[in-house]
Structure formats: structure tokens, C-alpha cells
């Protein structure tokens, strides 16, 4: 009966500031319930997507609430030994079960995990299944809709951290309202790039301008020395003869 209480004192404890439609995120780890009942979980909670109740001491999920929202769900280290199409009724939803821990044995209770359709990872990590003989394969082989089991997928890759997960599309969600990036950048390149073009064409046309003008002025200044000098020597040539006729 204590166990019962001080899970409901948990539940409240994460309530008290917050309706139970409202909670999107439940950890009741280590709280004991009574006779595998999950006393003050309910269907109120209709927006909940994770649930944590590692260690709780669960023999059952037949008490388990609707939740058909929730998506990841940690039941490790409970009594859990069957039962498991439940989680088919009460939470269709799931992408991530933890059974790790729990007294699972055969094929036979697993396979009730086929009509978990979005089902994406599961754990049965420290579970009797895992001795049988070509047990990833089999699991693999039972529950096609799964990509991780015990943490890596059929080519022992592991999986990513469901942080990074939530990042991700995060990311994508930024980048979708954005634009693809870079788009806006290269146009300015490119405006950029054509202003200094046209900037530096205008300048070699000033410069070749110029040029001309002083091409202009220095032959200006030639012909001017070139009249100067003639004229000069129109004076000198009367005087010659003059000079010659005095002779």
C-alpha cells in the first residue's frame, strides 16, 4: 500500500502545477506499485508522449491507461513476463519500447508487438529472449517494422541518441521556413560581383579617357614648340640675307 501511496505523491508532485491534459512528459522511476497497479495514471493524461516507470516493480500492463499519444515508453528492470498486446490497444502510437530487464522468454510474447505498426526501436536488453539462438535475426525476421533492437539495427549500427533525433528536425523545421541555405547569399555574391565588374569597367573607361586627354595636351605642347621654332626661323632668314646682301 506504501508503494501505491508514494507513486500518487510522484504523479501529484508532477501535477501540481499542471493539468493532466497537459503533461506531455511522466518519469515515476523507482516508485512501487501495489499488485501491478498504476494508481493515479490515467486517461486524463491524453497529451502524454513519454513515460518512464523503470523499476516500479510492474508484474502487469493491464492497467495501463489510453495514451494515444505516447510515443516512447520505459518499462526496464520491472516483473513484466507477457501481456505485452495491450500496448497495441492503449498506446498504438509507439516508436520506442524499453523491456529491458523483465522476465520476456520466448518469441511467442513478442510477437504480440507486431500491431505496433510505428514501432521503430526495442530493447530487451538483459531479457532470457536474448539467450536463444540466432535471437536478433529472429526478432528482426517477427517484427519487420523495427530498425533498433538492444540499441544497433541489422549491420550493428547503433542508433542515434534521441536528442539529436529531436534536433534534427528541428533543424529541418528551421530550414523548410527558411529556404534551402545559401539561396539568398549567392544572389548577393552575384550583385556584388556585377557592381564591382561595372565599377571596375567604369573606372578603366575613366582612366582610358584620360589618357587620351593627356595625349591630347602633350601633342598640343609639341605643336606649339614645332610653330614656335619655325617661326623663329622665318626672323633669322631675312637677316641672313640681309647680312649676305651687305656682303
Known amino acids: 500500500m506504501g508503494g501505491a501511496m508514494e507513486m500518487k505523491k510522484r504523479i501529484n508532485l508532477e501535477l501540481r502545477n499542471r ?20 494508481e493515479g495514471l490515467n486517461d486524463s493524461f491524453k497529451e502524454l508522449e513519454f513515460l518512464s516507470m523503470a523499476n516500479v516493480e510492474l508484474t ?15 518499462l526496464s528492470d520491472n516483473i513484466i513476463s507477457g501481456g505485452l498486446e495491450v500496448l ?25 508487438l507486431q500491431n505496433l505498426k510505428n514501432l521503430k526501436s526495442l530493447d530487451l536488453f538483459n ?8 535471437y536478433r535475426d529472429s526478432i528482426f525476421e517477427l517484427l519487420q517494422q523495427i530498425t533498433y533492437l538492444d540499441g544497433f539495427d541489422q549491420e550493428d549500427n547503433e542508433a542515434p541518441d534521441s536528442e539529436d533525433d529531436d534536433d534534427e528536425d528541428d533543424d529541418d523545421d528551421e530550414e523548410d521556413e527558411a529556404g534551402p541555405p545559401g539561396e539568398y547569399e549567392e544572389e548577393d555574391d552575384e ?3 556585377g557592381s564591382d565588374l561595372g565599377e571596375g569597367e567604369e573606372e578603366e573607361e575613366s582612366g582610358d579617357e584620360e589618357d587620351d586627354d593627356d595625349y591630347v595636351e602633350e601633342g598640343g605642347e609639341e605643336e606649339e614648340e614645332a610653330e614656335g621654332i619655325r ?12 647680312e649676305e646682301e651687305d656682303d
Open 19 to 38: 493539468a493532466p491534459e497537459k503533461v506531455t512528459e511522466l518519469v515515476l522511476d523507482n516508485c512501487r506499485s501495489s499488485n501491478g497497479e498504476i
Open 60 to 74: 502487469s500492463l493491464a492497467k495501463l491507461p489510453t495514451l494515444s499519444k505516447l510515443r516512447k515508453l520505459e
Open 88 to 112: 497495441a490497444e492503449r498506446c498504438p502510437n509507439l516508436t520506442y519500447l524499453n523491456l529491458s530487464g523483465n522476465k520476456i522468454k520466448d518469441l511467442g510474447t513478442v510477437e504480440a
Open 127 to 134: 531479457c532470457e529472449i536474448t539467450n536463444l539462438e540466432d
Open 191 to 193: 550583385d556584388d560581383g
Open 231 to 242: 617661326g623663329e626661323k622665318r626672323k633669322r632668314d631675312p637677316e641672313d640675307e640681309g
